[in-house]
Nanobody, 121 residues
Framework: QVQLVESGGGLVQPGGSLRLSCAAS????????FGWFRQAPGKGREFVAA????????AYSDVVKDRFTIARNNAKTTLYLHMNSLKPEDTAVYYC??????????????WGQGTQVTVSS
């Protein structure tokens, strides 16, 4: 079955950078769209970014574009989210998502367990 395991979260100061990773297994990568959502305390889940594995087409939320970059590594079957110029409002649990029958912005059937990102001085 599809398994998504995130890593790389942590505490970072405002203006800093962090890279999240998502190891994917149990999927035909080229048939899937992968992405990242986040959920801040007391708020709903929010789309962050997505990529079609086969052709590399990407989509970003307006809030993170120009600061975050989504990428994939075929050899490592790993999805990444490079986050720069982090702000306190980026604090959230970040989830890796995947689906074989979805547009870039969802909906997504498969979710990882999430990794906490905290931006604070």
């Amino acid at each position: 079955q599809v398994q998504l395991v995130e890593s790389g979260g942590g505490l970072v100061q405002p203006g800093g950078s962090l890279r999240l990773s998502c190891a994917a297994s149990g999927v035909d990568l080229d048939a899937y769209v992968f992405g990242w959502f986040r959920q801040a305390p007391g708020k709903g889940r929010e789309f962050v970014a997505a990529i079609s594995w086969a052709v590399g087409v990407t989509a970003y939320s307006d809030v993170v574009k120009d600061r975050f970059t989504i990428a994939r590594n075929n050899a490592k079957t790993t999805l990444y989210l490079h986050m720069n110029s982090l702000k306190p409002e980026d604090t959230a649990v970040y989830y890796c998502v995947a689906d074989s029958a979805s547009g870039l912005r969802g909906p997504y059937r498969y979710w990882g367990q999430g990794t906490q990102v905290t931006v604070s001085s």
